[in-house]
């Protein structure tokens, strides 16, 4: 046990160290290992609704949502049902299949796009966009921004944020300088490096990737208007705006982020990314968008893609029956709950004398700490004082409280968050805000 843990944990410090005797770290993907924080990663066995429990038996409220996708809650009655039965009658069969159509048919009613190509990661969706972008458009360049993450995808991981950011590692070795040669890296947020970048490299940039919103460098809104000028500038250089929704997508409205922004402005990406919420809990994602750009890969057109996986039928009924049952009312009462609990947690952070501000963007939100002036972009993020999360985290994990381990991620609430959920923040939160101010 840690200095900074007094929960017993047994069975999930006797589990990590089997796990690290196994694998790199004990982990297989690098935040779960509480590296940022510090102490024992939980070993969860079982979840419902907004609860987690661990080998241990201690039961925590989740605002981590397996990063994103449980946007239902955890073993949904009817989630769990669906994908009973779908998986009673076989897993995969590597044809083309019914439930991977619906999925399909119900995205594009939902998100701008006319076709999708469902895959298995975010990853491979966002590296099959812009490989789908440079075969289209004949050119190399792509621009992205500083703390957007898009995946572990080699070229894109240039400036990322999520883990990267987190563990303090700036790229990574394993990716030849030729491979982010072509990468342009801009900050967030920032209209006159945009234009400066087209101005320059104009016609020979094949896409802009962004997130819809940040929320892998904690939650950073996009200005009001800048997605807009970036599918402007876009069009005016004829290349591909690629907006990635693979954490916003389906989570903050109908149609995403694009729903609650795009929509209503009048604009629209040329290619869409999606992830997490479309797959229940399982691994699907997808990437689409105008058809002429999604009639270029195979078997359509030239750009090949393709996985022994894509649209499994157990992982594509899994996010049908989520998608079909995320009415309006789910997303009301995400945004309910999620007002409640930023309200709860600021006040006990004013009360504890902690400068802080709350990054929002829908449901989604994070803390930044030691200061009152809002982030829009990385360098803004990388200046506050992270180092109050590591005590307000463990604080709230000593109280039952499941947050992300690490102050450059989202915390995610789910339709099954409830009032029992907001008094134990409620309980947890006086103590955790002093041991912040410490
Ligand atoms: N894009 C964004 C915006 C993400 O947040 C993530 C994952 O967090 C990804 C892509 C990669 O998705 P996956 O982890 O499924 O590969």
Known sequence: MTDVEQQATPASSQWFERARAVSPGG???PVRAFRAVGGT????VSA?????TDADDTTYLDLVGSWGPMLLGHAHPQVISAV???AARGTSFGTPSLPEVELAEEIVARAPVESV????SGTEATMSAIRLARGFTGRNRIVKFAGCYHGHVDALLAEAGSGLVTLGIPGTPGVPEHVTADVIVLPYNDTAAVTEAFERYGDEIACLVTEAAAGNMGVVAPDPGFNAFLARTCREHGALFVSDEVMTGFRLSRAGHWGIEGAKEGWRPDLLTFGKVMGGGFPAAAFGGRRDVMD???PSGPVY???TLS??????TAGLTTLRLADDAVYRSIDEWSAEARRLVSDALDEAGVPHVVQEVGSMFSILWGTTTRARSFADVQAQEAWRYGPFFHAMLEAGIYLPPSAYESWFVSAAHDDQGLSRMASALPAAARAAAA
């Open 48 to 52: 419902e609704g907004s609860w987690l």
């Open 41 to 44: 990663p939980r070993f969860m």
């Open 84 to 86: 009973q039965d779908v």
């Open 305 to 307: 893609q393709a996985g």
């Open 117 to 120: 190509r469902l895959v298995s």
């Open 311 to 316: 649209g499994n039928p157990v992982a594509t």
């Open 296 to 298: 270029h890969l195979a």
């Open 27 to 29: 982990v297989n993907s």
